[in-house]
């Protein structure tokens, strides 16, 4: 059992198990609102790593991650929706522990 977040599950080898931000809609620079269904063009993602499998070394549970949607597969836990990743498909990491001399992203 992953003692972070409760689930009854162990990742393996480089794998992350994320839960994507609930606030999907998007704000233009004036204020309107911009659903998450609108096309636009390739557009990464944030979420926040709630498990991490023994060979992750740049995420750590509770560190936000962004990736690319399109390299996400979905797995449904206990009612809850997740997104398990390999560690290679995570484009950025931001965390509080972030030195600060840093951008506080991990490229």
């Given amino acids: 059992m992953d003692s972070t977040s409760?689930?009854?599950v162990r990742?393996?080898?480089?794998r992350l198990l994320?839960?994507?931000?609930?606030?999907s809609e998007r704000r233009s620079a004036a204020g309107i609102v911009i659903p998450a269904?609108?096309?636009?063009?390739?557009?990464?993602?944030?979420?926040?790593a709630v498990g991490?499998?023994?060979?992750?070394r740049s995420v750590v549970a509770g560190d936000r991650v962004m990736f690319d949607p399109e390299d996400k597969?979905?797995?449904e836990m206990?009612?809850?929706t997740f997104i398990l990743l390999r560690e290679r498909d995570i484009h950025a990491v931001a965390a509080k522990?972030?030195?600060?001399?840093?951008?506080g992203l991990y490229l």
Avoid: F, K, S
């Fill in 6 to 8: 409760g689930l009854p």
């Fill in 11 to 14: 990742l393996l080898h480089d």
């Fill in 18 to 23: 994320v839960r994507e931000d609930a606030d």
């Fill in 37 to 48: 269904t609108a096309a636009m063009g390739r557009r990464l993602h944030w979420a926040e």
């Fill in 52 to 56: 991490v499998g023994p060979l992750v």
């Fill in 73 to 75: 597969a979905e797995v």
């Fill in 78 to 80: 206990q009612g809850r």
């Fill in 97 to 103: 522990r972030v030195d600060n001399d840093g951008t």
